[in-house]
């Protein structure tokens, strides 16, 4: 199982930007997605997963702005942020559930195989 997080870089606040997160070694379809992001001094926190079935849930603080979704097909995972704020600079990971429930909790205790982060930074 291999994930790998792409698609960070700077941008000024208000701005736009893509993650993808290229997977393999499983079947997409099966298992839930996480995003989930950690600053400098700061411990991990959960973005957003979306679950096996396709139901998503998202961080309060990044609600109405971050949009996850996913191509089984092409064994990709997006996170889509819009309206960045200086504050959600930090390395991005995304990670692959343990389980394969649709009623998935998307603690980070319950994802695993954490790929290779994607640094977001975002300038005032």
């Known amino acids: 199982v291999q994930l790998q997080a792409s698609g960070g870089g700077l941008v000024q606040a208000g701005g736009s930007l893509r993650l993808s997160c290229a997977t393999s070694g499983f079947t997409l379809d099966n298992y839930g997605i996480g995003w989930f992001r950690q600053a400098p001094r700061k411990e991990r926190e959960g973005v957003s997963c979306?679950?096996?079935?396709?139901?998503?849930v998202y961080a309060d603080s990044v609600k109405g702005r971050f949009t996850i979704s996913k191509d089984g097909a092409k064994k990709m995972v997006y996170l889509q942020m819009s309206s960045l704020k200086p504050e959600d600079t930090a390395v991005y990971y995304c990670?692959?559930?343990?389980?394969?429930?649709?009623?998935?909790?998307?603690?980070?205790?319950?994802?695993?195989?954490w790929g290779q982060g994607t640094q977001v930074t975002v300038s005032s």
């Open positions: 979306i679950r096996r079935g396709g139901s998503t």
């Open positions: 990670a692959q559930s343990r389980w394969t429930s649709y009623l998935l909790s998307c603690s980070a205790s319950n994802f695993h195989s």
